[in-house]
Every structure is written in C-alpha cells, then in structure tokens.
C-alpha cells in the first residue's frame, strides 16, 4: 500500500512538473517571440526568430500530450491490472514455457507503449515538421523505417531478453550479476558494430570528397592527437534537413560523420570549429565517462531488481498478482523512469558542464569566433529556440542556451 501510494505519488508530481515546466517554457518563448536577442539581431532575421518560438511551442505542446498519454498508460498497465490481463492471456496459451511466456509478455507490452507513440511520431513529422518545412520524409519511408527499427528491436533484443528471462530464472541468486556481464557485454559489442554494420541500414554513408576541407580535418585530428578512420558524408537530408556532426569509433582511431545538410551550410571554418568541438568531448573523455556511468547505473538497477524481485509487495503494489520473473523485469522497465525523473536535473546539468568543457577545447584548438558562428547558424537554421524558459532548460536541455554558451566562447574569443 505504502508503496503504491509512492508510486501514484511519483507520477503524479512528475506529471505536474512537466505541466508546469512546459507552461513556463511556452509563455516565455512567446514572450520574447517580438524580438531578436541583442546578441543574435545581426545573424538571425526576425522571421527565422518567430519561426524558431513557433516550432519550439509546436514541439512542447506535443511532447507533453505525448507525456500526459504515457502517464495514463502506465497507470492502466499496473494498477489498472493491464499487465495481470496480458499474462493471464499468454497463461493460456503459454502455460508450460515460462520463458517463451514471459517473452510474449513482455513484447506484447513493449508494442502496446510503442502503438501510443506511433502516432506522435507521425504527427512530429508529418504535420509539425511538414509545416516548418524540414521534413524530407515520405510515408513509405516512414513505414519502411518502422519495419527496419521494429526487425532490428526483435533480432537484437529477443535473443537478449531469452537470455536475460533464462539466467532470472536458472542461474541461481547471482544472476544479476552475469546479466550484468552479458548486458554490459552487449553494449560494448553494438557500440563497435554500429558504424559499419546498423546505421547504413537506416543511411547512406559515402567517403568525403572535398580535398580542401579533408586536409584541414586531417590537419586539426592530427594536432588533437588522432587519427580518422575515415571520413564520411550522412545523407541527413533524406530524413530532416537538420545539421550536425558526430564521431564513432573507440580509442584513437575515429571514423568522422558529417551531416550533408551540415557541410551544405557551413563554410570550412566553421566545421573546423564544430570538430574540434566534437574532439572536445573525447579529450575529456565524456565518452568513456559516459559509458561507465550506464554500466554502474545498469549494475545497481539489476542488484535492486535482483531484491525487488523477492518482494511480494513490488508485484501487488503495482496491481500484478501473479508474481514471475519476467513480470519483475517487465515492472522494473516500465515503473524505473518515473522514479528516475526527479534526476533528470542532475543528468542535465553534468551534461552542459561537458558542452562547456568541449567548447573551451574547440577555442583552443580551432577558432572560438568560428564555433559562434557555426552555432548561430545551426540555431537558427534548426528553429532551435535563443529564449528558453531557464528553468526548463536547467531541468531538461543536455546543452546550454545559446546565450549563455555565445558569452562564454566570446570571452574565449577575447
Ligand atoms: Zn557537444
């Protein structure tokens, strides 16, 4: 009882949050929506500045729908007895396999949550984008993109969850500790095969053609300490006419990925600065850092799960009667992100500290002025607001707004 009081307490708090949140992030964009910030009137046109506040408000009013309609289903998966209803359907069908059972389970629910967000996905991008004029989608793209993502969820992940169901099962008291090893393990192999092996599945990866621009990239990785692995052009625009960079690779060797729409925009200095920004973050080693905080994150959530699994309360207190393995995993999955929202500030806030530190590294390392430029043209050319509401962005952005980010590599620039 404690617990489900806990439990609707939580997602009733975070739903409030988002409300309110959301509230303020709106009237302040619309607030501002009349004027140019000081610091961006002479780069970014008026028209491109109310486009942006029209886009953002678009985006949120949607986003929180969208959350609004997940609290709702997540409420009638548990204590409203849908997931008791989903077992005892698979019950009578499954009864003797207890992991193929609780495989059917936990697939029968993770469609349900993907159907509710279908159609904001859709909506996303073929009303909300289509009218802002970025996207590049058809629907048989979007329907054949839909099929690739779902094949690609059951053949990665079936055998994971098979996997994961039979060591719950089997593997006596410990089990959380070799899923852990498997998990971890699994990660570590899809981070190495992503490059080459998923992401052409969804895009087309050519070689760099522009010699110009490919010394000067060769130059800076040099001067940083690496060596490319090759670099590469995304056809982005295909999907979004969004820009942006990114890298791949472990170690020193790294394989540079442009978006087209990217280079389309932005002259050689400017992507010089925007690497350099990117290389930022692997002298830093966010990467790494990342990547051992979701293993520590992972391990601790498996050890809880290893306990919550033996707690006749966590089944009851989240409407399942049935107690099971596999509907242990499944209330873990679903029930953890309401009581890891209230961290989502911290995670934020750790994240805008690297962007700072990789932007300093981007000054010294290539031009601050070009980052600047380079920034308020992917601003404005991405709608992306330059008035956030501050406390949405201190609770939610992964990066700092666009002013505060511009001063810090002004001073930079001198
Ligand atoms: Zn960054």
Redesign the pocket.
């Given at each position: 009882m404690t617990f489900t009081l806990t439990f609707i307490s939580l997602v009733l708090a975070s739903t409030l949050i988002r409300l309110w949140l959301a509230g303020r992030h709106v009237r302040h964009v619309q607030q501002h929506r009349e004027q140019v910030p000081v610091a961006f009137d002479q780069h970014i046109a008026l028209d491109a500045h109310q486009k942006a506040a029209d886009y953002t408000v678009a985006k949120s009013k949607l986003g929180l729908t969208e959350g609004l309609v997940q609290a709702a289903l997540l409420l009638a998966l548990t204590l409203g007895g849908g997931l008791q209803n989903i077992d005892n359907y698979w019950q009578t069908l499954l009864a003797d396999h207890a992991i193929l059972r609780g495989a059917a389970v936990i697939c029968s629910a993770m469609l349900l949550t993907s159907l509710i967000d279908l159609p904001f996905d859709y909506y996303k991008t073929f009303v909300i984008d289509e009218k802002f004029g970025f996207n590049k989608m058809t629907l048989p793209m979007f329907v054949s993109d839909l099929i690739k993502h779902s094949l690609l969820g059951l053949t990665l992940g079936g055998p994971i969850l098979i996997v994961a169901l039979w060591l719950m099962q089997s593997a006596g008291e410990y089990w959380w500790l070799y899923l852990w090893l498997v998990w971890s393990a699994f990660n570590l192999i899809m981070l190495a095969v992503y490059p080459s092996f998923i992401a052409p599945l969804f895009n087309k990866f050519s070689p760099l053609q522009d010699e110009h621009l490919k010394k000067r990239i060769e130059l800076l990785l040099t001067k940083c300490g690496f060596k490319s692995q090759g670099l590469f052009v995304m056809d982005g625009s295909s999907r979004s006419s969004h820009g942006n960079a990114y890298f791949t690779g472990f170690g020193a060797s790294k394989r540079v990925v442009f978006f087209d729409t990217l280079l389309a925009r932005l002259n050689t200095d400017e992507i010089e600065a925007v690497l350099a920004?990117?290389l930022?973050?692997f002298k830093h080693h966010?990467v790494i850092k990342r990547i051992v905080m979701l293993f520590s994150v992972s391990f601790l959530g498996l050890a809880l799960l290893g306990w919550l699994m033996q707690q006749p309360w966590f089944y009851s207190g989240l409407g399942v009667d049935t107690a099971s393995t596999y509907m242990a995993l499944l209330l873990f999955l679903l029930v953890s992100p309401v009581f890891l929202f209230l961290l989502r500030p911290c995670m934020a806030s750790y994240s805008r500290k690297?962007?700072f530190e990789?932007?300093a590294y981007a000054a010294k390392q290539a031009q601050a002025k070009d980052l600047i430029s380079a920034l308020v043209k992917l601003y404005r050319d991405n709608a992306a607001t330059l008035t956030p509401d501050p406390l949405h962005s201190a609770f939610y952005d992964s990066?700092p707004p666009a002013s505060i980010r511009i001063a810090k590599l002004s001073a930079y620039a001198g």
């Open positions: 920004h990117e930022g973050h966010h690297n962007e990789a932007d990066h």
